[in-house]
């Protein structure tokens, strides 16, 4: 079984905020489905890094989750900073129960395995913020991929980390996140958030941490393998 990464998919089924307005985004959710069912079998998993619908409720993601869960394989979403109708976890596993989207599971605050791999992550915040708030907010992004860590490697499990923010971005470093990756010997992180030209500030490796842009639109609208995965756990 195959375990794949993609981020910002930025679907839009049930409002009105078409990403073909972008260069490059034409047709692009169907550019994505063929790629995507073309790689993908049924046993397989992708994680999403974010940034999954522009929809601002529930209500409004409902029909961008119908897409999602009519792809191939288990799909593992975590939060973006554009995904704006998430409330809590309760409340989305509730609206997925609800809709029978029963390939679709989150990571907030946990980890999945394999037994010799963790899949482990979290939001992460912006690389050179400085403000209070923002101070705040990364503490708390910290803490929880922390726990994701110490839960995820506690059977020594070798980590494999799924961030919305790229941790190093050109010149910018967040020395927060960077060191709880490297606390728990992180070699590996995929990240998403950067579009277009943007990508041309990307980072491929910092201190022994190999980084992997996956936005949608810096992969061709095609999942990225990651490894071989035992099982979908």
């Not at 109708?85 to 029978?100: A, D, H, Q, R």
């Not at 990307?202 to 980084?211: C, H, N, R, T």
Request: charged share 25%; hydrophobic share 35%; net charge negative.
């Amino acid at each position: 079984m195959k375990l794949f990464a993609i981020s910002d998919l930025h679907l839009s089924f049930g409002t009105d905020k078409p990403m073909n307005v972008f260069k490059g985004w034409d047709n692009y959710t169907e550019r994505l489905k063929s790629n995507w069912n073309r790689l993908v079998r049924q046993e397989d998993t992708v994680i999403i890094s974010g940034d999954i619908s522009w929809a601002i409720n529930l209500l409004e993601a409902t029909p961008d989750f119908e897409f999602l869960n009519s792809l191939k394989g288990k799909k593992i979403i975590l939060k973006g900073n554009h995904d704006f109708w998430w409330p809590t976890v309760s409340k989305i596993k509730e609206m997925f129960l609800n809709n029978n989207f029963d390939t679709i599971d989150i990571l907030h605050n946990n980890y999945f395995t394999d037994g010799s791999i963790s899949l482990c992550g979290t939001r992460g915040w912006l690389y050179d913020s400085s403000a209070e708030k923002d101070e705040k907010i990364i503490k708390r992004e910290c803490l929880r991929l922390e726990k994701s860590l110490l839960d995820g490697t506690k059977n020594g499990q070798k980590p494999i980390v799924f961030l919305h923010y790229p941790p190093v971005y050109g010149e910018f470093v967040c020395e927060e996140i960077v060191a709880v990756l490297k606390k728990y010997n992180v070699t590996d992180v995929y990240y998403g958030h950067i579009h277009g030209l943007g990508n041309n500030k990307a980072v491929d490796e910092y201190d022994g941490i190999k980084l992997h842009l996956i936005s949608c639109d810096c992969v061709d609208f095609t999942p990225v393998f990651v490894c071989q995965y035992m099982k979908n756990a």
